[in-house]
């Protein structure tokens, strides 16, 4: 796998790495909001909803309060007209099952004995008709079962004197058992208990109502529970069998229902809203759930994830395009460049050239190779030039080899002749080297002498200059401290007047302090005349008083401070003029020993110079004579030397024979070699 290759596949790989984490932080994101935003919609939707359920229950069932109030004017109907009422009222709202009334024996118009066992009355005569829609016409039934303790359609507005919402209960309309909920109004004239009016709404109406109300689509369910538990529809589950709620599925119905609070929260499936709603004033509330589910918002995540998703894939193909491209300019086309350069100089050619201007790694690469190849270029140069010049110093050698061995012939035959007159030098040089010894210790002598002296000069000269530079660091450091003992008291002066404005700040301080007493106290004695009400600020008063205590004993350790302060300054700028004194003094002082110094330098540097001329020529003459005894020596050993090397250079010249031509043979092979490498280094083009 190219280069290209893995970096468009690792580009992408990270590419694609990065993207799922970001839409795994968006959709998380993007689901809280929808989330949040579901709720908040979710309750605002569920207080509409229940402004048209509970507008929707309760304009069918206003009609028994127009039934009560028209029941408590005196003298105004009969019990003709009654019925007629009944049935114009029951037929005035499709919502309404049927309108009734229930009065007290004799409570009407006090001639219940005239309608004993009547239509609509009692054995006893009372006057109970009920208006009821059966078979899609209104038919009239006499209220039965209103007299038995458990009937709160009756027995609870009797014994509470206000209305009622009495929930679901069953009830046999035209011999049919039919659930319903009823409005019950009590009808009072002169604080005295007549009778009832209500209207009912049978639960069948209520859950064609709350199953017809497609609100999303469809999507929202709608739960109505009555103030005693009964389930008067499950928006959820239409078609749960019971009717009693159950906390196990949702403890929220009943806790919004106890609270009188609207409750938003969500299980695995829905986002849910509960709240409590009063159907009529002063009743019981009953509880209206509206449930959301949950995957129209993961739907939405979903989706947009998907669209993001497609869109990264989009982006990491053009984004790998993109590197590809990228990298085919910057680094492709450059490196198969520099190959082919580096092939062509791999092949012997080192005459082509290179050239990138980027600044980057591949330009500073190329930078390289080329310093590489130029170098190279530059050895193979020399190597050329050399080789030839190797060829011809083999042949030179040879050449000069030849002469050799003919020079070797003739010094044999010399060597013989300067044998005998070596015998006549060994003579004469005994004489001379005995006279030779006797100056070379004499000279010794002088010359230790004068050596001893002149490293004496020399160690006066090191110390004298020491001092010097001493007498000059000394000056210099009295100097530097005369000058930071000046700026040391300018510091000190500026830190006087700092304290100074100090004190004038701590009065200041001390002033506001008093002044801050004075407002508590005034503050305190105000409190105490507002009494009970002003206690509260009284405490406040007498915190502040202690503050302004705190802050005018702070105030006086401050003054001391600075008091002591000032006096320790004035102390340290005192020591510090003495010090400056001390230093002037210092520094004249060392400067008379610098001038005294300087004027002995010059002396014992020009006694030093003299020293050492003496001292240079008792050396050269000392150098002279042993020279001349190495000589004598020297020409005593040569001519014995001398001598055995006649005899060896008689045998030497025979070898040296011998030896010049194994010299021509090598020569030779030598010129051989030399051509061989011309040969190769002729290949690299230059």
Do not use: C
Not at 496 to 518: G, H, W, Y
Request: aromatic content about 6%.
């Amino acid at each position: 796998m190219s280069i290209k290759q893995k970096l468009a596949l690792g580009s992408s790989i990270i590419t694609l790495f990065s993207l799922g984490i970001i839409l795994s932080l968006i959709s998380y994101v993007i689901y809280k909001n929808a989330k949040e935003d579901a709720l908040e919609n979710i309750s605002v939707l569920a207080d509409k909803i229940s402004l048209d359920v509970g507008d929707y229950l309760s304009a069918p069932l206003s009609e028994a309060y127009l039934l009560k109030q028209i029941l408590e004017e005196p003298n105004i109907l009969d019990r003709e007209r009654v019925f007629k009422v009944l049935n114009v009222m029951t037929a005035s709202n499709e919502s309404i099952l049927g309108t009734y009334v229930v009065f007290e024996p004799n409570a009407f118009d006090g001639r219940d004995s005239n309608y004993r066992n009547a239509k609509y009355h009692d054995n006893s005569g009372r006057f109970i008709p009920y208006a009821v829609k059966a078979n899609n016409k209104i038919i009239f039934e006499p209220v039965v079962g209103f007299d038995l303790p458990e009937s709160d359609f009756y027995q609870l507005p009797k014994k509470n004197r206000k209305p009622e919402l009495i929930p679901p209960f069953d009830y046999k309309v035209d011999g049919k058992e039919i659930t319903m909920i009823s409005l019950v109004y009590p009808v009072i004239r002169n604080q005295n208990f007549l009778g009832i009016a209500g209207a009912d709404v049978s639960l069948a109406t209520i859950r064609t109502y709350l199953k017809n109300l497609k609100i999303l689509d469809g999507a929202v369910k709608i739960t109505l529970v009555a103030s005693n538990g009964y389930v008067l529809f499950n928006g959820i589950h239409p078609d749960q069998k019971d009717v009693q709620w159950k906390d196990e599925e949702d403890t929220y119905i009943n806790l919004a229902m106890s609270s009188k609070e609207k409750q938003t929260y969500s299980d695995s499936e829905y986002f849910h809203v509960s709240l409590p709603i009063q159907l009529i004033k002063n009743t019981a509330p009953w509880t209206l759930r509206v449930s959301y589910p949950q995957v129209r918002i993961t739907n939405e995540i979903q989706s947009i994830f998907w669209i993001a998703l497609g869109l990264g894939a989009i982006g990491i193909l053009f984004s790998t395009l993109a590197n590809m491209v990228i990298f085919r300019n910057l680094v492709d086309r450059r490196l198969q460049t520099l190959i082919g350069f580096a092939k062509d100089a791999a092949n012997g050619n080192l005459s082509q050239e290179i050239v990138d201007e980027k600044k980057d790694e591949i330009g500073l690469l190329v930078e390289a190779v080329v310093g590489m190849v130029t170098n190279i270029r530059h050895i193979l140069s020399v190597a050329q030039t050399s080789g030839s010049e190797l060829t011809e110093t083999s042949k030179f050698m040879e050449n000069t080899i030849i002469e050799l061995s003919d020079l070797a012939q003739s010094q044999a035959a010399s060597s013989e002749e300067a044998s005998a007159t070596v015998e006549e030098l060994n003579a004469s040089s005994e004489t001379i080297n005995s006279n030779v010894q006797h100056a070379v210790n004499n000279s010794k002598s002088i010359n230790n002498s004068l050596h001893a002296i002149q490293i004496l000069v020399q160690k006066i000269t090191a110390e004298v200059e020491s001092f010097g530079e001493i007498a000059v660091g000394a000056n210099k450091k009295a100097e530097e401290g005369r000058n930071m003992a000046g700026l040391t008291s300018q510091a000190i002066e500026e830190i006087q007047e700092k304290s100074l404005a100090i004190t004038e700040f701590s009065d200041v301080i001390s002033d506001i302090s008093e002044k801050t007493s004075l407002l508590a106290l005034n503050a305190a004695i105000e409190a105490a005349r507002a009494g009970e009400s002003g206690r509260g600020f009284a405490v406040v008063a007498e915190e502040i008083s202690k503050l302004a205590s705190q802050a005018a004993e702070s105030v006086s350790q401050i003054n001391t401070l600075s008091t002591e302060a000032l006096e320790s300054i004035q102390n340290g700028g005192n020591q510090v003029a003495n010090l400056i004194d001390l230093l002037r003094e210092i520094i004249r002082e060392v400067s008379v020993i610098f001038d005294k110094a300087k004027d002995i330098v010059p002396l014992i540097q020009d006694q030093k110079t003299k020293t050492d001329h003496i001292y240079t020529e008792i050396e050269e003459i000392t150098n002279l004579v042993e020279s001349i005894q190495q000589s004598t020596e020297e020409q005593k050993r040569a001519t014995y030397e001398l001598s055995n090397m006649t005899i060896n250079i008689s045998n030497g010249s025979q070898v040296l024979s011998e030896q010049s031509e194994t010299m021509s043979a090598n020569s030779l092979r030598m010129t051989g070699i030399s051509s061989k490498i011309s040969e190769v280094l002729l290949k690299f083009n230059l």
